[in-house]
């Protein structure tokens, strides 16, 4: 188990943790909650044996392995799947050891290698590197390039795929769903419920923590609390013991009549459709814990926009895309006041290219955008971090858009979004990921705007600040469209999805089970595609069949073949197991046997290459069948 005793840890002169005990006992799911900067990563590196203790003491089980995501990418010429095949040392070092045998010429240790390569599955590693590959996103073409042909993303995405392919005691995961869409955050969520070993889990994501967690070790004033049960769990008792204070009483009662407002609000208006009502069962689950959030220094509003047309924005037939690829074509959208718009959609399909075009970024190949005179837009992405003038402090970020505003004003409006004091007067550059996406989210609230457009904006985002963004998206009065894998905020922000797959834009009739429910089946491309065309869904799937039986029955065969050679792979194991086979009169039969072993390596290899390729076709040809 992982034991800490009346442990103190310190960064600097700064106290993160004093006389914390706490037992993670094996096999647990925790999540490790709390502020930024309260002290979450530090703990990692205390278990990674990074950083020591300042009083106490920290104890792990010397012989666990611990796996975790690595925080920076060399630039390699390395391929992705033997990058991610690195994520498993002992596989790597039997595989060097068994070289060096063959090299001397050593059939005992070789027959003992082998054994071993076997019972830590070291023939299917491939296999499962390749499954994990996929399951983040990652096309087979892009198994074989190289590292640096990837882009920073892609290449933590690389990193976890490293993390989870280490048949690891311990799984460290900071911030995990950062980097990844939605799709991917489901698969990584089966992937975690499944995994056996202890897990512990930095992650503002409510409902990513919610479906993985047992265990939550929330940190607060120095101190880290353990709570039995999932986030939510969580939420609810501290909720309780706050409701105790009775300080804080009145401000809990005022923040449930506040969201039960809304809730009364929306259903009064609201639709029938699936996400309308999920919206409302959200709304209703957040009146419960809000009391939990009381005491969170992050508070703010969006102002009523100081002109609001009609038909803010509108799209006709019109089509997107990049050089001469057209990602998205007949496009039919009108944004009005009050649309709140959650975008659905495979990697890779466009999400982020429609709110590029959207915000202006990008200019449409074909078709009509129409814009309302007074326009306002509100556009959050994560390049936009990377614009801030790292040299100039919030204060002056601010002031350029409003050069007639007091300082009062505008250290108070920032002061709502956690820069109070010295904070709004130092300079940039140094802030965290999470400062730096408040400060933009800060510069987007104080203008105004009538149309919000926002790409992932919860990324590196605590969950006191996504709470705060979430309450503020309630009384916003202009439309907004929205991508983002927190699915909280989707149900909470959004009553309204649209599917973007295959190269069209549909209206989603679902809600986000619904979705998950989608791509967790076969042929999700096809599935998708058809929300909205049921009424040809039974022909459309009997047509698919027929074009799909010849490539199925290939699988089917390669199937069987890589049944067969494991069996014979089995078989051939049994024979090297034998100790007689290693006397000097047996020498040649021995040779022969460990010739036969490598050929079969070699075919499964193939064969499974094979069938992760006619998989892949199958893919591409039901896309294209939808697309007929």
């Known amino acids: 188990m992982l034991n800490f005793s009346n442990l103190t840890l310190r960064r600097g002169k700064r106290v993160l943790f004093d006389d914390v005990n706490m037992m993670i006992h094996p096999g647990w799911k925790t999540g490790i909650t709390g502020a930024n900067g309260t002290g979450k990563s530090s703990l990692f590196s205390l278990i990674l044996n990074d950083l020591h203790c300042d009083k106490g003491d920290f104890s792990r089980p010397s012989q666990w ?104 005691d311990l799984l460290l995961l900071d911030e995990p769903t950062n980097h990844l869409d939605l799709d991917a955050v489901f698969w990584l969520e089966d992937w975690l419920q499944s995994y056996p070993g202890t897990l512990l889990l930095i992650s503002h994501d409510r409902d990513f923590l919610d479906r993985i967690t047992d265990h939550i070790a929330h940190i607060e004033q120095q101190h880290i609390k353990l709570y039995s049960g999932n986030y939510s769990s969580f939420e609810k008792t501290r909720a309780e013991q706050l409701a105790q204070q009775s300080i804080a009483f009145q401000r809990q009662q005022k923040e449930i009549a506040h969201i039960q407002s809304f809730v009364d609000r929306f259903r009064a208006k609201a639709t029938k459709a699936k996400q309308a009502q999920s919206r409302i069962k959200a709304l209703e689950r957040m009146s419960q814990i809000a009391p939990a959030h009381v005491d969170s220094q992050f508070h703010f509003t969006f102002r009523a926009p100081e002109k609001l047309p009609d038909n803010l924005l509108k799209l006709e037939n019109a089509s997107v895309g990049y050089a001469d690829k057209i990602i998205i074509s007949d496009i039919n959208l009108t944004l009005r006041p009050g649309d709140r718009i959650g975008l659905l959609g495979p990697n890779g399909a466009g999400k982020s290219t429609l709110i590029k075009l959207l915000a202006g970024e990008l200019d449409n190949k074909h078709g009509q955008r129409t814009e309302a005179k007074d326009l306002r837009l509100g556009y959050f992405a994560q390049h936009q971090l990377e614009q801030l003038q790292e040299t100039d402090s919030p204060l002056l970020h601010l002031q350029r858009l409003d050069k007639y505003a007091t300082e009062k004003d505008l250290r108070m409006h920032l002061g709502h979004f956690g820069f109070q004091g010295d904070s709004a007067l130092e300079p940039v550059g140094p802030l965290s990921g999470g400062e730096k996406a408040r400060l933009v989210l800060a510069l987007i609230v104080y203008q105004r705007p009538s149309l919000l457009l926002l790409d992932e904006p919860t990324n590196h ?67 998708l595609a058809k929300q909205n065309n049921k009424k040809d869904q039974r022909r459309n799937e009997a047509e698919q069949r027929k074009l799909l039986k010849p490539l199925k029955n290939k699988v089917k065969k390669i199937e069987s073949e890589i049944e067969q050679l494991q069996t014979q792979k089995d078989q051939n194991h049994n024979a090297l197991s034998n100790s007689e086979l290693y006397n000097d009169t047996n020498k040649q039969q021995l040779n022969k046997l460990l010739i036969e072993q490598g050929q079969i390596d070699q075919m499964l290899e193939e064969k499974e290459n094979l069938w992760l390729e006619l998989n892949e076709e199958l893919e591409i040809l039901s896309e294209k069948t939808n697309n007929a």
């Open 65 to 168: 392995v611990i796996a975790h995501v690595a925080q920076e990418t060399p630039t390699l010429k390395t391929s992705a799947i033997e990058y991610t095949l690195d994520g498993d040392r002992e596989l790597r070092q039997v595989e060097r050891d068994l070289h060096k045998a063959e090299e001397q010429d050593d059939g005992a240790r070789l027959a003992e290698l082998h054994d071993h390569f076997s019972t830590i599955d070291g023939y299917t590693a491939r296999s499962r590197a390749a499954r994990l590959l996929h399951g983040l996103g990652f096309s087979t073409a892009q198994h074989e390039l190289p590292v640096e042909a990837f882009s920073g993303g892609w290449r933590m995405r690389l990193n976890l795929a490293q993390a989870l392919m280490c048949r690891s």
């Open 461 to 527: 985002l605590d969950i006191e600040m996504r709470h705060a963004l979430i309450m503020a998206l309630q009384d916003y009065e202009g439309a907004m469209v929205i991508i983002s894998h927190d699915r909280h905020l989707l149900r909470t922000a959004t009553d309204r999805l649209l599917l973007i797959n295959t190269g069209k834009i549909n209206e989603f009739d679902g809600d986000l089970d619904n979705y998950k429910s989608i791509l967790k089946g076969d042929n999700n491309d096809e599935k």
